[in-house]
């Protein structure tokens, strides 16, 4: 019938689309994912349309569209409401948090985050209370709000390293440094920074919301720590760092 066919047609979209994003071709997978809607649309898939919305945003993420990401993000949460998925909105409430930071709305970042802390709390999540704790760090960090930063960031270090994930203890240690270093505290800065790029250089860098890789952010923060404390210094706390990491 009629639905079983877009069933399928979405299916194979939906895949296409999938290969398009891990193999670098964003924009190609977004005309994919378009047509894997339509038909899950036609369909009445909510599980296939979830999907598709998810591989959407990150598809927009990787082209630095976070309007249309923000768009996206809206309706996973509007579905994942709709069918009671109490982990799918707070997922989806992370990813909008994350949109609303990078376009500078900052509070509202904040509060779409806890309530995305307070459902992952209730579903006792530790992978989401630890994506909800580093988003935290993040949106404190952009508020120079700098110790509360620090503080989530641990938090966050705690829950990422106890479920072994290991990008999200290098996006924490990048937080981490990155606020230490704005408090002047050089050894947690160094201990953040070093650690945040020796992890992304075998999971991968971020994108910043200028299109920047974040490595080259952390390089030039521990570049002014050397500038600032000398070399010989530099040194003595770079070798502390090296040792913690160990």
Same mark, same amino acid.
């Given at each position: ?34 047509? &894997?809607? $339509? ?17 959407? =945003?990150? &598809?927009?993420? !990787?082209?630095?569209?976070? !309007? ?9 949460i509007?579905?994942? $409401?709709?069918l #009671?998925? @109490?982990?799918?909105? &707070? ?6 948090s994350?949109?609303? $930071? ?10 779409v985050?806890? /309530?995305?802390? *307070? ?5 006792h999540s530790?992978?989401?209370?630890? =994506? ?12 120079e709000? #700098? ?5 989530n960031?641990?938090? =966050? ?11 999200? +203890? ?40 200028d299109?920047? $890789? ?13 500038? @600032? ?5 530099? *040194?003595?706390?770079?070798?502390? =760092?090296?040792? /913690?990491? +160990?």
């Amino acid at each position: 019938d009629l639905s079983g066919r877009s069933e399928l047609l979405g299916q194979a979209h939906h895949a296409l689309g999938t290969l398009d994003i891990f193999t670098g071709k964003p924009a190609r997978a977004l005309v994919e994912l378009a047509e &894997a809607e $339509r038909q899950f649309t036609t369909a009445s898939d909510s599980i296939g349309l979830l999907r598709t919305y998810a591989n959407q =945003a990150m &598809a927009y993420e !990787s082209t630095l569209d976070w !309007s249309a990401e923000r768009a996206v993000r809206i309706r996973q949460i509007r579905l994942s $409401r709709n069918l #009671h998925d @109490k982990l799918g909105v &707070a997922i989806a409430q992370i990813g909008l948090s994350v949109i609303e $930071r990078r376009i500078g709305n900052l509070d509202e970042a904040l509060r779409v985050a806890q /309530e995305a802390e *307070e459902a992952f709390k209730n579903i006792h999540s530790s992978v989401g209370l630890a =994506a909800a704790y580093q988003n935290f760090a993040n949106i404190y960090n952009y508020k120079e709000e #700098h110790w509360a930063a620090i503080y989530n960031s641990r938090r =966050a270090l705690v829950l990422f390293e106890e479920v072994r994930d290991p990008r999200g +203890v290098g996006a924490s240690l990048g937080v981490l440094g990155s606020s230490a270093k704005n408090i002047g505290d050089d050894n947690e800065a160094v201990f953040g920074l070093l650690g945040s790029i020796a992890i992304k250089r075998i999971t991968g860098y971020a994108i910043t919301p200028d299109g920047k $890789r974040d490595e080259l952010i952390q390089t030039d923060a521990l570049s002014e720590i050397l500038r @600032k404390i000398g070399k010989s210094e530099f *040194e003595r706390v770079l070798k502390n =760092a090296r040792q /913690e990491l +160990v």
